[in-house]
Structure formats: C-alpha cells, structure tokens
C-alpha cells in the first residue's frame, strides 16, 4: 500500500482517487474549499465534481496542503493547467523529496510553451526521471463508475513507470507503461484542441463524415508536432494518442468537444465561461500549441482554427469551410 497525496478534488482528481483507493492505496485528496472538504470527509461524496459516487474510507481531504504531502509516497498533481506553476511554487517545499511527482493534466502552458512535466521539473527542481504522466482515454465519470478503462504510465525512468504500474493497476483499470513522456503529453493536450473542432462540427448540425475526417487530420496533426519534437510515433496510435482523441471526440462527457459544441451552436467563449466552472483545457492551450507548432516548424491548421474561433476572430462555420477549403497538395490523406 502507498501513501499517495492528490492535489486537487476536481473530476478528475476525485475519480483518481478512486482508482488508487480500488488498488489499495491510502489517499488524501487537496481542495482549496472547506465545502468540498467536509462533502468529501463526512458525506463521502464529492458532491461538486462527481455527485452520486460514494467515496471510500481510504480517501480523505483537507485544504492544508502539509497535511496532504506529509509522508506521501507519491504526489499526483491535477489542477488547470494555467495554474500549476503558481499553486506548485507554494507547495513544492513541502513535497517529500524522494515522492514520485505524477502530472495527470493535459495541456501546455502559455507563454513559457513548456508541457506540465517541464513546469513540475522547474518549479520543483526534480530530476526529470523522478516525474510520471498518466495519460489515456480516462473520462472522470466513466472512471468512477468503474466502467473498464486502460491508461499510460509514462515516466523516462522505466523502473518507476512499472512502480506506478503496480500501484494504479485495480479491478476496472489497466495502466501500460511507456518512457515516452512528451508524446503522451503532447497527445493529451492536442487531443482537447481536435475536441473543441469536432465539438464545433457537431454543434453546427454535422455528422459523422465531418467528425471522423476532423479527427484523422487531428491525428495527423498531431503526430507531426509531437514527432518533430522527438516523440516516438507509436505513442500516437497509443492509449495516449489515437484512445484518447477518440473518447473526448465521441463523448457528450467531454468537456472541450462540449466547449466546442456551445461554440459550433453560436455561444461566444465568454459567454461559455461564465456558463461553467469546469475546465476546457483545449480553449488555452491551442494557442500554446499552434506557437510551438509555429516554434518547431510545422504546420498546424486546426489548432489555427480553433484558436481563431475561440478568440471570435472566426466563426465556427468558417472554420469548417477553411478545412475543406485548405490547399491538400502537400499533405497525405
Ligand atoms: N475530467 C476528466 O475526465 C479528465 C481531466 N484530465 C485533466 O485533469 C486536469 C484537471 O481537470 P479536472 O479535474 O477535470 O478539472 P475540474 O474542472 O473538474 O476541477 C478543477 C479542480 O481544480 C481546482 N482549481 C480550479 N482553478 C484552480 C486554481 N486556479 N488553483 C487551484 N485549484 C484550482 C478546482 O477547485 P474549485 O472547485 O475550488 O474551483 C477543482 O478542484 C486538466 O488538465 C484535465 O485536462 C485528464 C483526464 C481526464
Ligand atoms: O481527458 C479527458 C478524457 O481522457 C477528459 O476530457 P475533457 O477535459 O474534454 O472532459
């Protein structure tokens, strides 16, 4: 059994949670909100992130972050993306120093462009090989109805990617492993950006034609950033890759394709941000993505588009129109 800290008690945080408590592991969960706290600690329900799912004994919560790293084995971090540097340079002293430092968030930071695993390595100074992502077609509810799901364990350091492996594997969920951290991180968060495109199609009233072809050229699209920047290619047509562009493309449980669908519908972005308080990571990070596409040297159309109409510089029917509309004469179907 390992002592396992979570910061924080979102969707996904708490569905992950559950995965580690079904494998036998002692959690404790982080949430900055007492409410939250005492749901979790005396209702045994998040009651705003995943209502209806009865947490275990072996889960509990406090809003003080010392409390919740004291002793752990392993600190699994799952705050927005945009806000892991800042809440991590107030608990990195209080982080055990030999813990293994799991990212299970899927986008890349503004301005810096660094993937979460890069923002954990600074902000932390840990060695790289001590920091893991799990990464896969893992949407929170179905996770915490214990619905059959599979994931990847990435970590550069082999040895403590089978670690995590053994710790994470339970009754509903399959982890693999795998050394390629940036493909699966690069993966995680593009798939969000194709999320928001297919959302787009479906919102306007497009069927399946329009999604599938969206989501092979995000596919594509993706594999070029990742592999130009030193990815293994196989990662792609991974769980990480390929398994989870297909669960956030095909489920109303996602929230980008969701995002993308109010966009498609004629929402505009702030209009769908003061709608809800859950995260659409694909909003922020397509244009961290589109700048390192632009940084590395490919081409990245859909993450362009996507940026442009979250931005309300294009609306989401012109979007479609420039894909078909695209000149093809370099790029293989
Ligand atoms: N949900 C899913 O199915 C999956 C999500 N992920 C990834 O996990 C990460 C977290 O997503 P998810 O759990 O779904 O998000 P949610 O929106 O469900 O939860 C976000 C959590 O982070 C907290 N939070 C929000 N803003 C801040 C902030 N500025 N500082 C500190 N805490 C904050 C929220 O607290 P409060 O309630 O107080 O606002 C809440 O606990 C994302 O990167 C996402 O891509 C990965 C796989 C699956
Ligand atoms: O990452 C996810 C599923 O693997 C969750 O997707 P959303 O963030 O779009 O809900």
Same mark, same amino acid.
């Given at each position: 059994?390992?002592?396992?800290?979570?910061?924080?008690?979102?969707?996904?945080?708490?569905?992950?949670?559950?995965?580690?408590?079904?494998?036998?592991?002692?959690?404790?969960?982080?949430?900055?909100?007492?409410?939250?706290?005492?749901?979790?600690?005396?209702?045994?329900?998040?009651?705003?992130?995943?209502?209806?799912?009865?947490?275990?004994?072996?889960?509990?919560?406090?809003?003080?972050?010392?409390?919740?790293?004291?002793?752990?084995?392993?600190?699994?971090?799952?705050?927005?993306?945009?806000?892991?540097?800042?809440?991590?340079?107030?608990?990195?002293?209080?982080?055990?120093?030999?813990?293994?430092?799991?990212?299970?968030?899927?986008?890349? #930071?503004?301005?810096?462009?660094?993937?979460?695993?890069?923002?954990?390595?600074?902000?932390?100074?840990?060695?790289?090989?001590?920091?893991?992502?799990?990464?896969?077609?893992?949407?929170?509810?179905?996770?915490?109805?214990?619905?059959?799901?599979?994931?990847?364990?990435?970590?550069?350091?082999?040895?403590?990617?089978?670690?995590?492996?053994?710790?994470?594997?339970?009754?509903?969920?399959?982890?693999?492993?795998?050394?390629?951290?940036?493909?699966?991180?690069?993966?995680?968060?593009?798939?969000?950006?194709?999320?928001?495109?297919?959302?787009?199609?479906?919102?306007?009233?497009?069927?399946?034609?329009?999604?599938?072809?969206?989501?092979?050229?995000?596919?594509?699209?993706?594999?070029?950033?990742?592999?130009?920047?030193?990815?293994?290619?196989?990662?792609?047509?991974?769980?990480?890759?390929?398994?989870?562009?297909?669960?956030?493309?095909?489920?109303?449980?996602?929230?980008?394709?969701?995002?993308?669908?109010?966009?498609?519908?004629?929402?505009?972005?702030? #209009?769908?941000?003061?709608?809800?308080?859950?995260?659409?990571?694909?909003?922020?990070?397509?244009?961290?993505?589109?700048?390192?596409?632009?940084?590395?040297?490919?081409?990245?159309?859909?993450?362009?588009?996507?940026?442009?109409?979250?931005?309300?510089?294009?609306?989401?029917?012109?979007?479609?129109?420039?894909?078909?509309?695209?000149?093809?004469?370099?790029?293989?179907?």
């Amino acid at each position: 059994m390992s002592k396992i800290a979570v910061f924080s008690a979102g969707s996904w945080g708490t569905a992950f949670s559950l995965v580690l408590a079904d494998a036998g592991n002692d959690v404790t969960l982080w949430a900055r909100r007492d409410e939250v706290v005492d749901a979790i600690n005396d209702r045994r329900e998040n009651t705003d992130y995943l209502p209806g799912i009865e947490l275990p004994p072996s889960i509990s919560a406090s809003t003080d972050p010392e409390q919740v790293a004291a002793d752990a084995d392993v600190v699994v971090l799952t705050v927005p993306s945009q806000s892991l540097r800042e809440n991590l340079a107030s608990w990195a002293p209080i982080l055990p120093s030999d813990a293994t430092l799991v990212s299970l968030m899927k986008g890349v #930071e503004l301005g810096t462009l660094m993937r979460m695993s890069e923002v954990i390595q600074e902000v932390t100074d840990a060695s790289a090989e001590r920091i893991a992502v799990i990464s896969g077609p893992n949407l929170a509810r179905e996770i915490a109805r214990r619905e059959p799901a599979a994931s990847v364990v990435a970590c550069l350091d082999e040895e403590r990617a089978k670690q995590l492996q053994a710790i994470t594997h339970g009754p509903s969920f399959r982890p693999y492993t795998s050394v390629d951290v940036l493909g699966c991180e690069i993966g995680g968060a593009y798939k969000n950006v194709v999320g928001l495109a297919v959302g787009m199609a479906v919102g306007l009233g497009f069927g399946d034609n329009t999604t599938a072809s969206v989501i092979t050229r995000g596919l594509a699209e993706t594999a070029r950033l990742a592999t130009a920047q030193g990815a293994n290619p196989l990662t792609l047509m991974g769980l990480a890759g390929l398994g989870d562009l297909v669960a956030t493309c095909s489920s109303p449980l996602s929230r980008n394709r969701t995002f993308g669908e109010r966009l498609g519908q004629g929402m505009t972005t702030e #209009e769908i941000y003061a709608s809800t308080r859950q995260v659409a990571e694909g909003a922020k990070s397509c244009k961290s993505l589109l700048a390192l596409a632009e940084r590395t040297g490919v081409d990245a159309p859909i993450a362009a588009a996507v940026d442009a109409v979250v931005d309300g510089k294009m609306t989401a029917l012109d979007m479609m129109n420039s894909f078909i509309a695209r000149d093809t004469k370099a790029e293989m179907g």
